[in-house]
């Protein structure tokens, strides 16, 4: 199988665990960049960096940034990630539990002081995190400002107030991955290329 793949034009729009084959996908740096100048930029000094899978690459990515950033800032980031204890269960292999994220809010609830700012690593963890943080009396938007990532519209529309988040653009990582495949049929004997789509940040709705 990997013989075949090595022979032919791949792209893969994931981060690669091979050698061969072309990459187009977002800089999951700068998204974690983008979140953490966002929550410095309207005040907050002590964050916190939420990652219910810990073997995702992305995720890693994107908070290694965010701590880094912050850090830099003077700042301080707490990193809540699932699986530091090696009892629990892997989300990656065996699903991402709403027990997960609620073990991991209980963990942002017992820090003193509680950080005002939160990074969250995707739309869908938003989703969870907001109904615990609420079934908890912490009023996101109000008591912790949230920077979410995937600037998915079905699910930020379940989320009041809607939070800040970073578009990765996946229309835009498509087209230019298929873009790549036709030029690597052409240019077979190029150097392996790695195309990174940056992402922007996306603000909530003002207040009315």
């Given at each position: 199988m990997q013989r075949h793949l090595?022979?032919?034009?791949l792209v893969w729009?994931?981060?690669?665990?091979f050698d061969y084959g072309d990459e187009v996908l977002p800089n999951h740096e700068i998204s974690g960049r983008?979140?953490?100048a966002y929550l410095l930029e309207k005040g907050h000094t002590h964050l916190a960096y939420l990652n219910p899978i810990r073997a995702h690459l992305a995720f890693h990515l994107r908070g290694q940034t965010f701590q880094s950033v912050v850090q830099s800032a003077g700042g301080r980031a707490e990193m809540l990630i699932a699986g530091s204890n090696p009892a629990e269960p892997d989300p990656l292999t065996d699903g991402l539990h709403m027990q997960t994220i609620s073990r991991l809010i209980d963990a942002f609830c017992r820090l003193s002081p509680?950080?005002?700012?939160?990074?969250?690593p995707e739309d869908l963890v938003a989703v969870s995190v907001y109904h615990e943080l609420n079934q908890r009396g912490i009023?996101?938007?109000t008591d912790?400002?949230?920077v979410s990532c995937n600037n998915e519209r079905p699910l930020l529309d379940l989320l009041h107030p809607r939070p800040a988040t970073v578009d990765l653009f996946p229309e835009v990582v498509g087209r230019r991955a298929v873009e790549q495949l036709f030029w690597r049929r052409k240019n077979p004997d190029a150097p392996r290329s790695r195309i990174l789509i940056e992402p922007q940040l996306v603000y909530p709705a003002k207040k009315e």
């Open positions: 090595r022979s032919a034009p729009m994931q981060d690669a665990v983008l979140a953490a509680r950080p005002t700012g939160l990074y969250v009023r996101p938007g912790v400002d949230i």
